[in-house]
């Protein structure tokens, strides 16, 4: 499934339980055609880990922020994203990274309380996507300082 991530779209939301948002966030994924930065808390659900893997190997720079306690739970899908050679970066703190979002070409952003967990879609969530260049850019602004501080996994 693959989304248009074209600028100046009206904002969409979506809610869960359900799989709309899953939906939503694999067509921007696939749609991502030179840069996918996501600030996650953890990623553990498979089919989000998989196309984050081909935007990665399609050649897009995929880069990785997350929570250096989630990485280690069961289910965790961060090792195989370290092991395909994506960038991770995790706190190493006492605080939690706990943000959720995304940003698809340095143009669009999807952030909420989505979990990016295959049990999310049975919870109720939300994602919000938007296009506005002021929101993407300061969200982008956050998450090049969390990259700056944070320490990279390997």
């Known amino acids: 499934m693959s989304a248009d991530i074209t600028p100046n779209r009206p904002d969409e939301v979506c809610f869960s339980p359900g799989e709309a948002i899953l939906r939503k966030l694999s067509g921007l994924l696939g ?13 553990s659900d498979d089919r989000l880990t998989r196309s984050i893997l081909e935007a990665h190997a399609k050649g897009a720079k995929v880069r990785v922020i997350t929570d250096n ?9 961060i090792g195989a994203i370290i092991r395909a050679g994506v960038p991770v970066r995790a706190d190493d703190g006492p605080a939690h990274m706990h943000h959720k979002f995304c940003l698809f070409d340095a143009s ?3 952030t909420g309380s989505y979990n990016w967990t295959r049990g999310a879609t049975t919870n109720f969530e939300n994602l919000l996507v938007t296009w506005s260049p002021a929101t993407v850019g300061m969200f982008s602004g956050e998450f090049e300082e969390l990259w700056r501080r944070m320490r990279r996994l390997q």
């Open 31 to 43: 749609s991502v055609r030179e840069s996918l930065d996501l600030c996650l808390f953890t990623i």
């Open 69 to 77: 306690d989630k990485r280690h739970d069961a289910g965790s899908d």
């Open 108 to 110: 669009c952003l999807a």
